[in-house]
């Protein structure tokens, strides 16, 4: 799955260097002469540098009958220039529920500067910190240290105390500034199992695991009658992790998330045991599904009688007969009608006839309304939960609801399985957006069906041609056919509808690589979203009579730059589809002009298996020269020992689409 690691609690730990600690145990032992460091060899480019994170978190007994978790963090940046002073802007989150909230105490936060060779102290005023609510369970302390100067180094601390066990907050090793420390500890009660998630590619400098015996003291203070207390001894399993000059995660070109690969630790809490009531936690997709179904902000009134949907669906459907007419119009009904406020959402924000009255609402309202309109019209049809590429992939082996961020429909008619999404305009049927093939989804009927929408399975086809000849008056002109692939020709629609066609064609002439005309230019199929859109035009070229005329025969269609541009990378490279781009030219000889100078013809493959496949193809015959370019990739994912070829690959693109064919006068 892409490389992920998962470590269960009774796994295989290994210790490295168990006894060695980060320098900055203690808080406030700031030096001058790490205050005079300049540069770091981590990265000698770096804006700020994070000298250690430390995390650690313990579960104890609490005056709730229960248990609570009690989380320290200690963490100190060296910010070098300006463009680091976000490392000084620190965000706390904290979760509340009905009956309980997690609690923000002992925080300690000091800005160090030096002031000749002296260092001078800033500490945060508590009434700097402020508070905000970002949706019913979640809220955030911020604030942002003071008297930030370039050099200078921060040093914040603070505890949350959380009776939310089963709610443990993953830990991050890495970040957006190299980091030379981080650590995490971990405390458990050997009665409380916990699965952990391993995710990343950067090594463990310490993994290592200790048994010990502790006390625990639970006491009852919420009656009304005298408190009760137990006290017991229990096995506790401290777990360490640490990881050791990790570089800073740069956002890369064809990354669906970098949520995806930033090294971390993740917790799930799998069981209890005795001396407590046993208890599995674990969910199954069965339980997550029959939950949803019967859940009001989710499935409730797909399953009741809406009788109220007739208004609209009767004169819909008149004189429609089969299963796919009335799903196709059902569908377009939906996707032309509705707006879409919110595309990151998984449940109801309001009732369906809401959604049917106010023609708008979230993508779940959108899509949840397309399923009862197509169940009502008597077609089989299902929910389907989606993590989208900038969530980050959902993991099959863990049902948490957690994992999905949005919904589409499954139509199943005459033995096919179509996958819908209303909440987009001029998208077509049976169509999906790239970001919704992310993996892992999960139909939601009464066998909770796993489905794996794979990138790999759209196959994004363009076919460009181009023909250039003398008119009868010895001007060079030319006539360009272009089929877009289906996603480019959404964004083709996407511009015409922002701006026009003139304006867009306004575009297509700036980006043609030469002094040009566009002349008739029309669009193929512009309203038939199922289909993809063809471009048409003609073209004047002005060769503007020089002794030597340099023409790149791509004309604008080429890459121009290597999209890999990073000398190294971390993570893999995602694609949202594969690729298989034609070009063809078949271009006559200027007018009074002859050859000079021809590209010499190339066929490079990535490795064996052809994953890529470059093809550069040119010849003259007499005064004709034809030519044909192809680019085709056929998967999507590159791990990253495969990087440096696939880099020099688009090198080599880059550096052949990038060559001319040089003409001369003849004399």
Known sequence: MRILSILV???????????????????????????????????????AVVLSDRGEAAIEGNSKNWFSIAFTRHRVVHILNKNGYGEADVEIPLYNSSDAEEKLDNI???????????????KLDKASIFKEKRDKNWSV?????????????????????????????????????????SEYMLSVPQFFTYAFLSHGYQPYYINDRKDRQSSFNVADTRTAGATERASFTAAVTDYRWVMKNVPELKPESFTSTIRNHIARMEFQLSSQN??????????????????????????????SNNGWLSDDEKPLLASTTSEQDKARKIYAFVRDNFTCTDYNSKYLSQTLKTTLKTRKGNVADINLLLVAMLRYAGLKADPVLVSTTGHGYALEMYPMITNFNYVVAELKSEGQNYYLDASHPRLGFAKLMPDCYNGHARVIDEFATPVQLSPDSI??????????????????????????????????????????????????????????????????????????????????LNTNSEDILY???????????NPFKSAQRFYPVEMPYTMDETYILTMEVPQGYEVDELPKQIVAKLDEQESALFEYRISQSGTTISMRVRIKIGRTLFLPDEYDTLREFFNLIVSKENEQVVFKKKK
Request: a negative charge.
């Open 9 to 47: 609690l009774c796994g295989l730990c290994v210790s490295l260097s168990a006894q060695e600690t980060s320098p900055y145990v203690k808080f406030g032992k700031i030096t001058v002469d790490e205050l005079k460091k300049k540069i770091y060899t981590i990265d000698s480019n770096a804006n």
């Open 108 to 122: 300690k936060a000091i800005t160090y500067n030096l002031d000749g060779d002296k260092i001078s102290e800033t």
């Open 141 to 181: 302390r911020k604030f942002t240290m003071p008297n930030v100067r370039e050099g200078c180094i921060i040093e914040f601390q603070y505890t949350v105390l959380s009776d939310f066990i089963d709610n443990l907050d993953p830990w991050y090793f890495q970040g957006s500034s190299p980091v030379l420390w």
């Open 274 to 303: 005795y001396p407590l009531q046993p208890r599995d936690y674990r969910n199954t997709w069965g339980g997550l599904v029959h939950g949803l179904n019967e859940a009001d902000y989710f499935g409730a009134s797909l399953s």
């Open 459 to 540: 196959k994004e086809r363009k076919v460009t041609a181009l023909f250039v000849s003398n008119d009868a008056k010895g001007n060079w002109i030319g006539s360009m056919n272009q089929t877009e692939g289906y996603y480019e020709s959404c964004n083709v629609r996407d511009k015409v509808k922002e701006k026009g066609e003139e304006e867009f064609f306004k575009q297509v002439q700036k980006d043609f690589g030469f002094d040009v005309q566009i002349k008739k230019p029309y669009i193929d199929s512009i309203n038939q979203f199922e289909m993809p859109v063809s471009l048409h035009y003609d073209v004047a």
């Open 551 to 561: 023409v790149n025969p791509m004309f604008g269609e080429g890459y121009k730059k």
